[in-house]
C-alpha cells in the first residue's frame, strides 16, 4: 500500500539555525511529490512539489526540497529559520491514477522555533 | 486566486445529531475531498469526488456520506454524529491536471 512516513513528531530548532524535515514515501513508481504547512487554525499551504526533472526543487518562504530516488525520500530543508516558520508541516504523495488524483499524506512534523 | 471556502469555522453538535459540512471552490475543479485532520494521525482521506454526482471511498469513509449536486460544491454528511467524529475537517479541491490541492480553512466538529 501507499504510504508516506515522516518520522520526526516534533522537531525544535533555535531562530536562525537551518532546518530539514524528513519525508519517505513508499510507492512503486515515483509518484507526484509536495510539501504542505499549516500555520496554527488555517488550512493548509503549498510549499513546493516535485513532478519531474531537477531533483532538487524551490518552494516558497525560502524552503527547497530535494527528491532521492535511491532512498525514496523528498527532505524539506531551510538554511535559516525565521520564527514564523513554526508550524505544522506534512508531506504528500500523489499517486496518479489517470483520470483523477488522491493525496495521501504523512502525519505531519511539527516545527518550534527558539528565538 | 482560488478559493475553498468551509461554512463553519467551529461545530459543537450532540451525539446522534444529523451533521453537515459544506465545501464550495471558485476555480471550476473537478476533484474535491475530504480530509479528516487528527494529531499524529496527519490528514486521512474520508471520501472524494471527482464530477458532480460521482463519489468514490476514501481511507475512512465508515459514518460519512458525501453529495455533490454542483460542481463547485462537496458536503461532507455526518448521518449520526458520535462522539469520535469529533475532529478537524478539512476540505480541498483540486484541478484535473494540475494536482496541486487547494485546502479550505477547515472545520473544527465537537460532538458531545
Known amino acids: 500500500a501507499q504510504s508516506v512516513t515522516q518520522p520526526d513528531i516534533h522537531i525544535t530548532v533555535s531562530e536562525g539555525a537551518s532546518l530539514e524535515l524528513r519525508c519517505n514515501y513508499s510507492?512503486?513508481?515515483?509518484?507526484?511529490l509536495f510539501w504542505y504547512v499549516q500555520s496554527p487554525g488555517q488550512g493548509l499551504q503549498l510549499l513546493l512539489k516535485?513532478?519531474?526533472?531537477?531533483?532538487l526543487v524551490q518552494g516558497i518562504k525560502g524552503f527547497e526540497a530535494e527528491f532521492k530516488r535511491s532512498q525514496s525520500s523528498f527532505n524539506l530543508r531551510k538554511p535559516s529559520v525565521h520564527w514564523s516558520d513554526a508550524a505544522e508541516y506534512f508531506c504528500?504523495?500523489?499517486?496518479?491514477?489517470?483520470?483523477?488524483?488522491?493525496?495521501?499524506f504523512g502525519a505531519g512534523t511539527r516545527l518550534a522555533v527558539h528565538p | 486566486d482560488v478559493k475553498v471556502t468551509q461554512s463553519s469555522r467551529y461545530l459543537v453538535k450532540r451525539t446522534g445529531e444529523k451533521v453537515f459540512l459544506e465545501c464550495v471552490q471558485d476555480?471550476?475543479?473537478?476533484?474535491m475531498f475530504w480530509y479528516r485532520q487528527d494529531p499524529g494521525l496527519g490528514l486521512r482521506l474520508i471520501y472524494f469526488?471527482?464530477?458532480?454526482?460521482?463519489?468514490e471511498k476514501g481511507d475512512i469513509p465508515e459514518g460519512y456520506s458525501v453529495s455533490r449536486e454542483k460542481k463547485e460544491r462537496f458536503s461532507l454528511i455526518l448521518e449520526s454524529a458520535s462522539t469520535n467524529q469529533t475532529s478537524m475537517y478539512l476540505c480541498?479541491?483540486?484541478?484535473?491536471?494540475?494536482?496541486?490541492?487547494?485546502f479550505g480553512q477547515g472545520t473544527r466538529l465537537t460532538v458531545v
Open positions: 516535485y513532478f519531474s526533472g531537477d531533483t
Open positions: 504528500a504523495v500523489a499517486p496518479f491514477s489517470g483520470g483523477y488524483n488522491k493525496l495521501i
Open positions: 480541498a479541491s483540486i484541478h484535473g491536471t494540475t494536482t496541486e490541492a487547494f
Open positions: 476555480m471550476d475543479h473537478e476533484n
Open positions: 469526488s471527482y464530477d458532480v454526482k460521482m463519489k
Open positions: 510507492y512503486g513508481a515515483t509518484p507526484y
